[in-house]
């Protein structure tokens, strides 16, 4: 049997706060970027989605990007440090997205474990919440949410109030990922790195399940295997790990977002 290195053994490590610091703020901008090629910014130029990354000195407060600026145009530079009240305490910009520091900011005090959050309005996630519907184990992707999520049935429009961030928030619970129905997806992380990968693999869970149910009457896998093999690639470190290729290509490609 082939003998793994222990889990943590994979993860980074730093030797002081600014190190890890700028650490999250070049992934977080590497998923913005990430974000955009996908199609997840859907033309709002930054007004309809958000990812979120915990200070690791001050973590009463978390970065986010400024208000009208492109997922494209993202760097680890223009991101913003937002505190408990809503107000930018380091980087400029003129504002931040309401909504993202409305759910964000009952996210992040609602569950400690959680270094990052990820909102957008992609086409399969938004499309798929309006079924009301979880997402089912139809495929071995699937299977990483399993019993892994929920369904927030509140929409009331455009979220700017910290109570329906709140209710968010409870309704995530000790999940990864919730879906805000006739709304869109949103996933939490132990690192920026799992909360994007968890996105994005919820988002193309969607897709293959209304591709699934359009088609025909799709089978689920069994709730014992789906349940095996949730704990193989739903976990924290294999969305991590998810992430590690797609960060290393848009750095490739893009490398002034590490600026």
Known sequence: MTKYPEPDSYLPTFETVEEERTHRKQRLAAAYRIFAQLGYEDGAVGAAGH????????????????????????????????????????????????????????LHAARPDVIAAAHAHSMYGKTFSTLGQHLRPLTQDACAFYQDHEIFDGYSGVVDELDEGKRIAAT????????????????????????????????????????????????????????????????????????????????????????
């Open 172 to 259: 995530l619970g000790e999940h990864k990922a919730v879906i805000l129905k006739n709304h869109g997806l949103l996933t939490v992380g132990t690192s920026v790195d799992s909360a994007a990968a968890a996105f994005i693999s919820m988002d193309r869970a969607c897709r293959t399940q209304l591709l699934a149910q359009a088609a025909g009457t799709p089978d689920d896998i069994t709730a014992d295997v789906a349940r095996d093999t949730a704990e193989l690639v739903g976990s924290q470190l294999a969305m991590w790990f998810t992430f590690q290729p797609l960060y290393d290509q848009i750095v490739k490609e893009q490398p002034d977002l590490l600026t």
């Open 51 to 106: 990812i979120t990354a915990r200070d690791p000195e001050h973590p009463e407060t978390f970065w986010v990007n400024p208000w009208g600026v492109n997922f494209a145009s993202i760097t680890a530079s223009s991101l913003v440090r937002v505190n408990e009240a809503g107000e930018i305490v380091e980087g400029e910009a003129f504002m931040i997205n309401g909504a993202a520091f409305a759910i964000h900011s009952q």
